[in-house]
């Protein structure tokens, strides 16, 4: 079995491994870690989910069925994001390419989009409740996530620029420099935030829809940054995507979260207001 073995260092480290994107083949079918991985970050994400519906209380089989179809969705999506946006007409003069899923080529944001359409369509249908569910889904993202991106390191992919910082990564897929390791960083990111939400789920219920927000502002602040590093990134004229996406996304939920904030407050204080009325009255 031919391979595009990888000699992956980290120096500053003393670190230094061998990689094989292919774990093994069955006749002329060869299975990549890339498909391995991101089937792992599903199936753990999807097992976390599970378990913690009745926390979010959302049931479980109607989950299920919401899950599924937004998975669907997201993988046509994330192919679809990163197909339209990859440069110099490649897809188009390499048609038969663009069903190499296993090659690498998924950009998340599409996923998520096109995830959340399927998604809330089903849940329109089996009458679940959305924001719950959205809330749920939100921590198994970011476990996927940040399970999935290390799919990117067997492919050798998803890198950045020159640096010098102690956990620096060269290969021959960075033609020996030592360089970012943005799929490192965007892994530690969602874990990260996986935890704090977690906790947070854990200790006391929030709002319905807050988790879901807290989910897009902490990825959208951590995407952009780290996309500053990339050197692989997907453009539109002189622009990252990803990158003013995940800015406009994190307006998007500050502005959200401060009008949130706003008619809470209002409510509260109209509350009172009601309180203060008949306690006068019946005073």
Wanted: aromatic share 14%; hydrophobic share 45%; with cysteine.
């Amino acid at each position: 079995m031919k391979s595009n073995l990888y000699h992956v260092s980290f120096p500053y480290l003393g670190i230094n491994v061998n990689i094989n994107p292919i774990a093994f083949a069955i006749g002329p079918m060869r299975v990549r870690w890339y498909g391995i991985i991101l089937a792992t970050g599903f199936l753990t994400a999807f097992i976390y989910v599970y378990l913690r519906a009745d926390r979010f209380k959302v049931n479980r089989e109607d989950l299920t069925n919401v899950i599924i179809f937004g998975t669907m969705c997201g993988i046509l999506g994330a192919r679809l994001y990163y197909v339209v946006f990859y440069p110099d007409n490649f897809y188009k003069l390499n048609p038969q390419k663009i069903f190499n899923i296993y090659e690498g080529g998924m950009a998340i944001y599409g996923g998520i989009i096109a995830g959340l359409l399927g998604g809330i369509i089903v849940s329109k249908l089996k009458r679940v409740k959305i924001l719950s569910a959205l809330d749920l889904c939100s921590l198994g993202l970011f476990l996927g996530q940040a399970i999935g991106r290390w799919g990117n390191f067997f492919n050798q992919e998803a890198f950045g620029n020159e640096t010098k910082l102690p956990w620096g990564m060269s290969s021959e897929a960075t033609k020996n420099i030592t360089v970012h390791p943005c799929f490192l960083y965007e892994s530690l990111w969602c874990i990260l935030g996986f935890a704090i939400l977690h906790i947070l789920s854990n200790s006391k219920r929030l709002q319905e829809g807050t988790y879901f927000i807290s989910y897009i502002l902490w990825y959208g602040i951590g995407r952009a940054f780290i996309e500053s590093f990339r050197t692989d990134s997907l453009m539109i004229i002189n622009a990252k995507v990803s990158q003013l996406f995940s800015l406009i996304l994190v307006f998007v939920s500050i502005c959200i979260i401060i009008f949130k904030h706003i008619k809470v407050k209002n409510l509260r204080m109209a509350i009172n207001k009601f309180k203060n009325i008949i306690k006068h009255k019946k005073g």
